[in-house]
Nanobody, 124 residues
Framework: QVQLVESGGGLVQAGGSLRLSCAASGRTFSSYAMGWFRQAPGKEREFVVGISSSGVTPCYADSVKGRFTISRDNAKNTVYLQMNSLKPEDTAVYYC?????????????????WGQGTQVTVSS
């Protein structure tokens, strides 16, 4: 069993930055690929960024490439999402997810565990 707890969301002006964190419980964090997804009102949950279990290989949605960076610290059971140059269209609830296995996953159905979500609001 893995529990995920996100933090770091908030309100920021367009062009600003935020850093999200996702702390995981359990001893097998390094066995899971991790991902961040987001869901805006009236829209489906969509993939944002992911990272392999080793932390070597990230994967990004085209909409955030060059602006968002994912990293993980397996010693601290934590994954981070650095978001720069934020746009109003980035406004959503951001969810941390874990999928057993080594590689990035981009489909929400492949996640084994989800966090409760953290709100990110970007004002214009």
């Amino acid at each position: 069993q893995v529990q995920l707890v996100e933090s770091g969301g908030g309100l920021v002006q367009a062009g600003g930055s935020l850093r999200l964190s996702c702390a995981a419980s359990g001893r097998t964090f390094s066995s899971y690929a991790m991902g961040w997804f987001r869901q805006a009102p009236g829209k489906e949950r969509e993939f944002v960024v992911g990272i392999s279990s080793s932390g070597v290989t990230p994967c990004y949605a085209d909409s955030v490439k060059g602006r968002f960076t994912i990293s993980r610290d397996n010693a601290k059971n934590t994954v981070y999402l650095q978001m720069n140059s934020l746009k109003p269209e980035d406004t959503a609830v951001y969810y941390c997810a874990a999928a057993l296995g080594r590689y990035c996953f981009t489909v929400p159905q492949n996640a084994n565990y989800w966090g409760q979500g953290t709100q990110v609001t970007v004002s214009s």
